[in-house]
């Protein structure tokens, strides 16, 4: 694989994943490391209209559909902007990356996991993150932070909630599976002390 680091964020919607983001971006700085923060959907000219589609547009989009976009926008991030910082041997920090699609359409819209993954390797040729840092948290708190209005959901709402959950427990799987790559945060504690976590883990790799 190419020299730099690849660094990815994942959790579901509402866990605080900007702000620990933006924190170990300032970190690296610091450290004087070359960063190219980026993010999915959109890290990308191509991928910025694939978001459009895929957050604004009206209208229903198949489930199937909605995974090949994502996958689309994820191939074309690779291939033109993770690649190649890596081989001038940045570190990438990414806000979400093929995890979210196994969670949120393999698992969330039930298109299966490993057809997911499959799809999402094959999209981006097979690379992963050097590390991968997944705040955890029960999916009615997410709610709870996302809408702060502090009423009771309501059935749509409800909806949501089961569709986080599910999407929370394929990331759970996937930690499971793969311990050496995910970092799995309880995103109740501090914002200090998580960052301290993520900090000695991005150093240890750093050497
Ligand atoms: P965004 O506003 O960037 O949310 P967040 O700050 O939580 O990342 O919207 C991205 C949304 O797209 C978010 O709800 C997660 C979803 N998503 C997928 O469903 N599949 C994917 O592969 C990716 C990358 C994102």
Do not use: W
């Amino acid at each position: 694989m190419a020299s730099g680091l690849f660094i990815s964020f994942e959790g579901i919607d509402g866990v605080g994943k900007s702000t620990q983001l933006d924190l170990l971006v300032q970190f690296l700085n610091e450290q004087g490391r070359t960063v190219c923060r980026t993010l999915e959907p959109g890290g990308t000219d191509l991928g910025r209209e694939i978001r459009e589609l895929l957050l604004h547009r009206k209208g229903e989009v198949s489930p199937r559909a909605e995974a090949l976009l994502f996958a689309a926008d994820r191939a074309h991030h690779v291939a033109n902007v993770v690649r190649p910082a890596l081989e001038r041997g940045e570190v990438v920090v990414t806000d979400r990356y093929l995890d979210s699609s196994v969670a949120y359409q393999g698992s969330g819209r039930d298109l299966g996991f490993n057809q997911v993954r499959d799809l999402s390797l094959f999209a981006v040729d097979g690379l992963l993150p050097h590390l991968t840092v997944l705040l955890d948290l029960d999916a009615s708190k997410a709610a709870a932070r996302r809408s702060n209005t502090g009423a009771e959901p309501d059935r749509l709402e409800r909806a949501k909630i089961e569709f986080f959950e599910s999407a929370r427990q394929a990331y759970l799987k996937m930690a499971a599976d793969e311990p050496a790559r995910f970092l799995v945060l309880d995103a109740e504690q501090s914002v200090e002390s998580m960052q301290a976590k993520i900090r000695e883990r991005v150093q240890g790799l750093l050497g």
